[in-house]
């Protein structure tokens, strides 16, 4: 950390703890200095104010800037672009190793311009986390674990073997080894300090501990109130290189909490609700702050669970303060005494402890006590569906997509049982959302251990699966004696990672699978993970609902959406008695009572005390010492990337946008698993393709998630989810478009192989929410590498919206009531951004003109969504890495 020279509020100043000294930047000193009321700001918004006035040097960081915040109290908003320096980044591996291959490419570019290649270094502490390889190949058995380990490492090597090279080769990287836990609860659990220390010319500084991660529900950690929330990895490696984030200064919506949760309610009901809640307010772009009298009735991995889903309900952000249940949970997560102490100190001297008095520029509120048990799908998180009306609601979707006269019905060959429309054939305990939660997970263990004792069993066809968050997780389980029953029920252990949340959840059995296959069934999937979008838990599996651990089990149990868990029993006891939910449902005694006596310190700090050594497959690991990766030309995991290739000295600059075609146009919520799929990658698809032509077999293609370090497998994949609908190509469903003047429909990479030849640019049309989801910097990699010049829709989620700006891509946003659907596009028009290559400024509007096939001309205004002056360089740059590159050089 290097402060900046300026210091116009006179804030530097020295505060005392357990006998030392430390310099730090006194938002106090700044409001007695000029910065009179910024005591009342909302506590997220008093982190960015003390980075500006750390960082204050009158180049990036303007006393204008700082002035600003204060200003910021007299409408709740803002306008004014900031530059805002997180203190770390945090990776996981899916977006890891093409950071570190943009980084390799980097510095063999700096290289070729004769300057020195280990200029190119991260300059802030960065930890890179292995999670999102591990599968669930097996699952339900005492060997599931070291089976998928296995099988992870012998079908990750190459990968493996690259980021080790990283490791060795740039300076302020960390990495966390595979079967450590999942990054956001390592996070939680390990690397945060609520506030960091760093030396400065030997004097010892402490400030907010602050972080951008590559994964969208990095937004995890501001349950500890750490502020952070996702990027996309191109942003995440511009601020690893020095880079500012550039930014507006955010509307804080405040949300109050009141009285506690009902008996019988988990903090996944809660956290399900509030995405309703605040999906409905709309929070993108906005920071939301949790506040009020309920706080105290939540512990630290209740605000974690709250936290961790701001993607899904929009916000940049759920920020919670700095209260005794952030040192209660820095105590019982083994955090050194002098850590807790500092945060104390710090947390009260700087006005970032609990208080009232903060203004807001608006607020929601909650009644905990009226919170029901809830589950969310059958694709989208935010469709929230009341336990109550979880059946009768499964039915009526089904109905309504399928348009089935009779349910489908198929033998599974080998078994004397057959597989219906509804039934569940993944329950999977799973994802950073609920596994940080050690009362869920109690519960889980608790309600299986009544099913055991009552001699329900769950149903044949169900694949089961835990994959906790971390080590843990175990530790705190085996203790309290609640992991054999899971183990009874099949909820073997299977992996400490991300699994089924992100799409691992492996290939379901040949028989299962051949059963859906033959008979089209409408297959269901429940998990306790933060994402159900279409097509990303199993390519064959229709619908997905996200629910509780306990909840997961007792589906896992009942095996149908068909079933109403309020009112069908879920089996029969050994006396054939009906056993029904209730009778087997932990009460928040019983979960409170195990916990206190499973769960304590000690075991957070022994499984973190060796972190990085990793499981024995990662120490056998060898990789070559260099500062320059040595390609290699065979491989199908890592490539060079070609984003460095032949870069001028001088920015790209503005360049025309003339008749183009559209490529796609594309509905609502078009999230970036639809842009950019993580999943499994299919047969018959371009992908399937170029494996064939390196003699990969299906059986090693492994996922899209894990081929990120290839740009041919990327470029292939983009716009290949297999439920992506494509409007200019009705009656296909996957990554199908139509080619115009010749009106035939192909798969869109080959699409787009033909439109390079003739020189044709491409654009694509949205509708709301484009973008919605993951911080997939491939959605925006992979339009950017397909050719296309611009996306047209009617609103962006912030993470898509700032990455297409930082590979080059220019979005541009329908104003009113315009769309795609008044303007009739059918895909054969000729698009053209008028003037574009005179230059445009930040918001502004620019004319865009459809020629129709009919020959008629439409013009049309729409507002540039490139929001500040620093997205404007990148764009000119062809992209934020290019902008930096040349910076350096």
Excluded at 315 to 331: M, Q, R, S, V, W
Excluded at 420 to 448: Q, R, Y
Excluded at 713 to 725: D, E, S
Aim: hydrophobic share 35%.
């Amino acid at each position: 950390m290097k402060p900046g020279s300026k210091n116009s509020y006179n804030s530097l100043s020295d505060l005392e703890i357990g006998g030392k000294k430390y310099k730090y930047y006194s938002i106090k000193a700044a409001e007695n200095n000029g910065l009179d009321g910024v005591s009342k700001l909302p506590k997220s918004l008093k982190v960015l104010l003390e980075n500006l006035l750390r960082y204050e040097d009158d180049l990036s960081v303007t006393k204008n800037q700082i002035e600003a915040i204060k200003e910021w109290l007299k409408t709740k908003k803002s306008k004014t672009e900031i530059a805002y320096r997180p203190a770390r980044v945090l990776l996981q591996d899916y977006t890891g190793i093409p950071a570190v291959a943009d980084l390799a490419a980097m510095r063999e570019a700096v290289k070729e311009k004769n300057k020195d290649p280990n200029t190119i270094n991260p300059l802030s502490s960065v930890d890179l986390v292995i999670d999102h390889s591990v599968q669930v190949d097996k699952f339900a058995s005492t060997n599931s674990l070291k089976e998928n380990v296995d099988i992870e490492f012998n079908r990750n090597s190459e990968r493996y073997s690259f980021l080790k090279w990283g490791q060795q080769a740039f300076n302020n990287f960390r990495i966390v080894p595979p079967g450590t836990g999942i990054c956001h609860q390592v996070n939680l659990e390990y690397l945060s300090k609520v506030v960091w220390s760093e030396k400065y010319k030997d004097e010892d500084y402490i400030f907010p501990d602050t972080l951008v991660g590559t994964d969208s529900h990095t937004t995890m950690v501001n349950g500890l109130s750490v502020l952070g929330w996702g990027v996309g990895g191109i942003e995440a490696e511009a601020g690893m290189l020095g880079q500012p984030i550039s930014m507006l200064i955010p509307e804080v919506i405040g949300f109050e909490l009141t009285n506690k949760l009902p008996e019988g309610t988990t903090a996944t009901d809660l956290v399900l609700t509030v995405v309703k809640m605040l999906r409905d307010k709309g929070v993108v772009g906005k920071f939301v702050e949790f506040y009020g009298e309920g706080l105290k009735n939540l512990t630290l991995a209740d605000r974690a669970t709250i936290a961790n889903m701001a993607p899904e309900y929009g916000a940049t952000c759920g920020f919670f303060p700095i209260d005794d249940e952030t040192l209660k949970y820095l105590n019982f997560s083994g955090r050194n005494k002098q850590t807790v102490d500092i945060v104390e100190a710090y947390a009260k001297e700087q006005g970032l402890w609990a208080s009232d008095g903060i203004e807001f520029t608006d607020t929601v509120s909650l009644d905990m006590s009226k919170v029901v048990p809830t589950i969310s799908g059958p694709k989208r998180p935010q469709d929230k569906v009341l336990l109550t009306e979880a059946s009768s609601n499964f039915k009526k979707v089904y109905e309504e997509i399928t348009k089935k006269k009779e349910p489908s019905s198929a033998k599974v060959s080998g078994e004397d049982y057959n597989l219906e429309d509804g039934n569940i054939v993944i329950a999977a305990i799973t994802s950073c959302t609920n596994t940080s939660n050690p009362s869920v997970l109690i519960g889980a263990g608790l309600l299986a251990k009544k099913a055991i004792e009552k001699g329900l069993t769950t149903k044949p066809w169900v694949k089961t699966s835990l994959a906790p968050g971390s080590q843990v997780v175990t530790d705190y389980l085996a203790k309290a004696g609640l992991n054999t029953y899971l183990d009874q029920l099949g909820f073997n252990l299977v992996g400490y990672g991300c699994t089924t949340c992100i799409g691992n959840s492996g290939p379901l059995p040949d028989n299962i699978s051949d059963a859906i296959k033959d008979k089209n069934i409408y297959a269901v999937s429940v998990l306790s993970g933060n994402r159900n979008f279409e097509g990303r838990i199993s390519p064959l599996v229709k619908a997905n609902y996200l629910a509780s651990p306990p909840l997961v089990v007792a589906y896992a149990i009942a095996g149908s959406m068909n079933k109403d868990l309020y009112k069908d029993p879920l089996g029969k006891d050994k006396d054939g008695n009906d056993v029904f939910l209730k009778d087997i449902w932990p009460t928040n005694q019983e979960i409170e009572d195990t916990l206190q006596k499973s769960l304590n310190a000690e075991m957070f700090i022994k499984r973190y005390s060796n972190v990085s050594e990793g499981p024995e497959q990662w120490q056998k690991i060898k990789t070559e010492e260099s500062s320059i990766y040595n390609w290699e030309d065979t491989s199908t995991y890592v490539k060079k990337p070609p984003f460095f290739d032949n870069l001028s000295d001088e920015p790209e600059g503005f360049k025309e946008i003339k008749d183009a075609r559209p490529l796609l146009i594309l509905g609502d919520s078009v999230t970036t698993d639809h842009i950019s799929p993580a999943g499994s990658i299919q047969k018959e698809s371009p992908t399937g393709e170029y494996f064939m032509k390196h003699q990969i077999l299906p059986k090693d293609y492994n996922s899209y998630g894990s081929r990120r370090g290839n740009h041919e497998v990327m470029m292939r994949g983009t716009f290949a989810n297999i439920r992506i609908r494509n409007e200019m190509a009705p009656g296909t469903e996957g990554g199908f478009t139509k080619l115009y003047p010749e009106e035939k429909v192909m798969p869109v990479y080959d699409a787009v192989v033909e439109y390079k030849k003739r020189g044709t640019d491409l654009v694509v049309i949205g509708g709301k929410e484009y973008g919605t989801g993951s911080s997939r910097d491939w959605a925006a990699k992979g339009t950017k590498l397909l050719g296309v010049k611009a996306v047209l829709a009617e609103s962006f989620e912030r993470i898509h919206r700032s990455n297409l700006i930082g590979m080059g891509v220019l979005p541009l946003q329908f104003i009113g009531d315009m769309n795609r659907e008044n303007l009739n596009l059918k895909g054969s028009e000729l698009i053209s951004i008028i003037d574009i290559e005179k230059g445009i400024n930040p918001r502004d509007e620019v004319e865009v003109e459809f020629k129709y096939q009919s020959g008629d001309i439409k013009k049309i205004k729409m507002l540039c969504r490139i929001d500040t002056k620093n997205e404007l360089e990148y764009y000119k740059n062809g992209g934020i890495l290019q902008y930096v590159l040349r910076n350096m050089i």
